[in-house]
């Protein structure tokens, strides 16, 4: 069962990782092109605003795929040394603060773009609104809190069978 869920959350991360390095991609153009028009012409109107609206995309977009390669920073040199239970121990208790600190964080976020949607909130030069970027955001740390919850549950079955050889 863990793995039918674990290749659809797979699968959804791939996507959206696809989306940020379009962001990424973009955000690169809107610059190089802001930067090469402002000699012979002007500059891109709204440069800073696009890419820092590109850049929350980006981020959204990306955490959890970095969360699904483990390419956030792990300190194992000790725990490499104990024997898989105790090591599935260990993940089950960072994963359980982790997905502590994720949903505090979404929560936050879901609760400043309800705020910034009802306050009329935009960029101050093309007049973006910056709600649905931060909702992408919370979308984000969704994301990483099931990539976590999928990590607990691998841990917790490693953890809680009944031998380490089965």
Known sequence: MIKVIERYVQALVWRTSQIAQVALFLSMAIIVANVLLRIPWKPVPGT???VEM???VLLALSVAYTGIMKGHIMVGVLVDRFSLR???AVDV???IISLSFTYVLGRAIVSFAASSLARGYTTG???????PAIYLV???FLLLALVLLLDLAKAAVILFRRSESG
């Not at 030069?125 to 709600?131: E, K």
């Open 138 to 140: 919370a979308f984000g």
């Open 86 to 88: 105790v090591q599935a």
């Open 125 to 131: 030069f093309l007049y973006i609104p910056i709600a």
């Open 48 to 50: 800073v605003e696009i």
């Open 93 to 95: 208790f960072v994963n």
């Open 54 to 56: 590109l850049g929350a």
